[in-house]
């Protein structure tokens, strides 16, 4: 039979061996939390590589990615006849319904849009959380470069398009 | 209204004859993990009736299912069940690549596994503090949270996501693991296992948690296979299944899965089995990422861009943190499934609630309702 109190003796200890212990509470405002490179935190658009293909609009689960575009004529020195190119009028993410994902991330086939972990980005007003092409443009230099894979795995698209170019 | 008034005594030992009292414990009641409503007749401080109306949280997950191709309802079976996400991929997953004949990579499979499990911690640990925290013991909550967070830094290194993953995929994960990656999540699977004896000291054994747990809402084996409870709580009751040993998916079956199983089937026990689980869980992540650096390979099979699932049906089911998870999948041959039906522990445990609070006192109900361990997300989809 054991010791009556003893249970609650050896929490007490537990409690005194954590008192000398540091604290690990992260002092949050001051000092921003170090998050990996594949943290889901904001969605970057990198305006150039656009193609407005809208696939990732078409393959969002709740479809919170708005397109508009208009075409546009190109005149190419020494080609017969100009070339038609599209323009990217509107590219907006409703933050307030983004379910973080990844699949538009994922599905664009021209690496036009990024995750990257900045996430202090709360508003007062669901509205805005609308964020523009503008804006969305504006996290692209804080999207990380991707983290080197295991070498018992594949290597990642971005090493293996560098080793490539390099043979080639 | 009626014109005539009418006197009507409530309570114990205020008179001969009383009166039972309907109590309505919800939707909105902090014990209740969220939306759970619980309507018990009592007599005084004893329940007399009890019955649990699910319901409120309902999002038609099912439903939504029908609309999505697979990779989208990844994003939804992530969601039902907001504390074990990465078993729920397991199980839709496992369906898809089932019906369409998929032999996914070896290194995906240990990957997999390690992962599972250590899922089956994160979400053990939440109800090793939140239980306590229920009956009034605040501190576990502390020691709870932090080793959680040792380990969602692991989860958010590989997936990006703390609770809702996304790393699953038809045919194996999302991407490769980042370099380095299982040195530093052996590193926090030790540690927290260094560190998980302060919270088992901490209340364990504590005397004001065992007079509030011990002998308290005692669920029978039998009860808790005829409810088709399963997991941790019908574990509790002498229960011996676990689809990791019985049915092995994954690399389950390489694996030799300690199943911790309690007699007694009180909260005291469903609160053990939880404990020892966390202590078998890290050892079996800590094999998988043994396994996972020997072996070489992709993590995944190259599919074409709309993923299709053959017309026909299949069922899979997963041994999840919260117990027995089924997914019953019918195709087509769309690209998104005719139907998805999910069989969730947390529906069928909380069935039990009806003729295990019966009897007890109103003091109780919060301890039993607590260590039933359930998400209501789960419980209404």
Redesign the interface.
């Known amino acids: 039979m ?1 010791v ?5 003796a ?2 007490l ?3 005194l ?2 008192m000398t212990r540091r604290a ?1 509470t992260q002092q949050y405002p001051d000092v921003p939390p170090e ?6 935190g904001v969605i970057a658009l990198l305006e150039e590589n656009c193609t407005v293909c809208m696939l990732c609009a078409r ?1 969002c ?1 709740d479809w919170c990615i708005y397109i508009d575009s208009h075409k546009e004529e190109v005149v190419v020195p020494g080609a017969a006849r100009p070339r038609q190119r599209n323009v990217l009028d509107r590219f907006d993410i409703d933050f307030s319904l983004c ?5 538009c991330i ?1 599905v664009c086939p021209f690496d036009a849009l990024h ?1 990257t972990p900045e996430f202090e980005y709360a508003e007062y007003d669901l509205k805005d959380l609308l964020h523009d092409k503008g804006r969305l443009g504006e996290w692209m230099e804080t999207v990380p470069p991707p ?10 698209k971005e090493e293996s398009t560098v080793a490539k170019k390099a043979g080639a | 209204m009626t014109s005539q008034l009418r006197e009507m005594t409530v309570g114990t030992q205020a008179g001969l004859d009383t009166a039972d009292m309907v109590l309505n414990i919800g939707p909105q009641h902090p014990s209740t993990h969220g939306v759970l409503r619980l309507k018990l007749v009592l007599d005084g401080e004893r329940v007399v009736a009890c019955e649990p109306i699910v319901g409120y949280m309902h999002r038609g997950a099912e439903k939504l299912f029908e609309v999505r191709d697979y990779r989208q309802i990844i994003v939804l079976a992530n969601r039902h069940d907001w504390l074990s996400a990465f078993s729920n991929e397991l199980g839709v997953v496992l369906a898809v690549e089932r019906l369409m004949g998929l032999e996914v990579p070896e290194r995906a499979i240990w990957l997999r596994t390690a992962l599972a499990e250590l899922n089956r911690v994160l979400n053990h640990l939440m109800f090793l503090g939140s239980y306590p925290l229920e009956i009034g013991a605040i501190t576990p909550m502390f020691y709870a949270f932090r080793e959680r967070e040792v380990l969602q830094a692991v989860m958010e290194e590989v997936s990006g996501g703390r609770m809702h993953f996304m790393f699953n995929r038809v045919g194996g994960l999302k991407e490769e693991v980042p370099y380095g990656w299982t040195g530093r999540a052996r590193a926090a699977i030790d540690a927290v296992r260094t560190r998980m004896p302060d919270l088992d000291h901490l209340i364990r054994c504590n005397e004001i948690f065992l007079a509030r747990t011990v002998g308290v809402g005692v669920l029978s084996a039998e009860d808790a296979a005829a409810f088709g409870a399963s997991g941790p709580v019908a574990r509790a009751s002498g229960l011996d299944l676990d689809l990791r040993r019985d049915e092995p998916y994954l690399a389950y079956g390489e694996l030799s899965v300690p199943v911790v199983t309690r007699e007694t089937g009180d909260c005291h026990a469903r609160f053990e089995v939880l404990l020892d689980q966390v202590y078998a869980s890290l050892d079996l992540a800590q094999q998988c990422l043994d396994r996972v650096d020997r072996i070489t390979g992709p993590v995944n099979v190259r599919l074409p861009k709309v993923v299709k699932a053959p017309e026909g049906h299949t069922y899979a089911w997963t041994e999840n943190p919260l117990g027995i998870n089924g997914y019953y999948l019918v195709s087509r041959g769309e690209k998104t499934p005719w139907r998805l039906k999910l069989r969730t522990a947390s529906y069928a445990n909380v069935q039990a609630l009806s003729t295990l609070l019966p009897g007890c006192l109103v003091p109780d109900l919060i301890a039993i309702l607590g260590s039933m361990f359930f998400v209501v997300g789960d419980i209404d989809k």
Not at chain 1, 4 to 8: I, K
Not at chain 1, 35 to 40: D, K, N, V
Request: net charge negative; proline share 18%; aromatic share 6%.
């Open positions: 054991a009556p109190g003893e249970g609650l050896k929490g200890a537990v409690t061996k954590t690990t998050l990996p490179p594949r943290s889901r393959e689960p379910m973080y994902c990844g699949i994922e995750w983290p080197a894979h295991d070498p018992n795995g594949e290597p990642s």
